[in-house]
């Protein structure tokens, strides 16, 4: 068994607002191929965050691949109970799809949002529950997942940990690919 973290940007902080956006399906594609090289080289186990953007495209893309990879399984885990309760009802409604549609859902803390060590103790837990992970990032363009990867290098200092990332190169070079499909 082989349990793989998927974080990476909110939507936001890649400008895509929409489902529509042609950016998405560049990074679908990205995160498509690089879940399945990860299934096919044993990973059983998907799980991330509630968080809009990689972390439920990659549930979503996860949770479509168990067709094709019947032993996939997928995790979504809320850093604290109340994750979400301050968006709109379609976002909401969006993440509660996800949920019904995933092998194993939890709250890593089971009390509303109280302080940043909830995250930071989300973090941890997510660190200790996979063997590695997978994020869509880029050091050259620094978002909110900066944390996660802090977290992680600090805990390879100690531990056998690894991570792969979805930079803007790699996606440079999957809209050059997609572009080719489309031609």
């Known amino acids: 068994m082989s349990r793989l973290w998927v974080t990476g940007y909110r939507s936001y902080e890649l400008s895509i607002f929409s489902d529509q956006d042609p950016k998405l399906k560049v990074i679908q594609n990205a995160l498509k191929r690089k879940l399945i090289e990860k299934v096919e080289s044993g990973t059983t186990w998907i799980i991330a965050g509630p968080q809009l953007g990689t972390e439920q495209w990659s549930l979503e893309l996860a949770n ?4 094709d990879y019947p032993e996939l399984q997928t995790a979504l885990m809320f850093p604290f109970s109340d994750f979400g309760k301050q968006w709109k009802e379609e976002k909401v409604e969006k993440l509660a799809l ?8 939890a709250n890593v803390s089971e ?8 995250l930071r103790n989300y973090q941890n837990f997510m660190l200790n529950h996979t063997d590695e992970a997978l994020l869509l990032y880029d050091d050259e363009h620094e978002g909110k997942t900066k944390f996660d990867l802090n977290a992680i290098r600090s805990f390879q200092e100690h531990n056998s940990y690894n991570v792969e990332t ?8 999957e809209s050059m690919l997609y572009e080719e499909k489309d031609e």
């Open 98 to 105: 996800i949920k019904a549609k995933v092998d194993f859902f």
């Open 166 to 173: 979805i930079d803007f190169y790699d996606l440079e070079e």
């Open 111 to 118: 009390n509303p949002y109280q302080n940043p060590q909830q």
């Open 64 to 67: 479509e691949l168990k067709m």
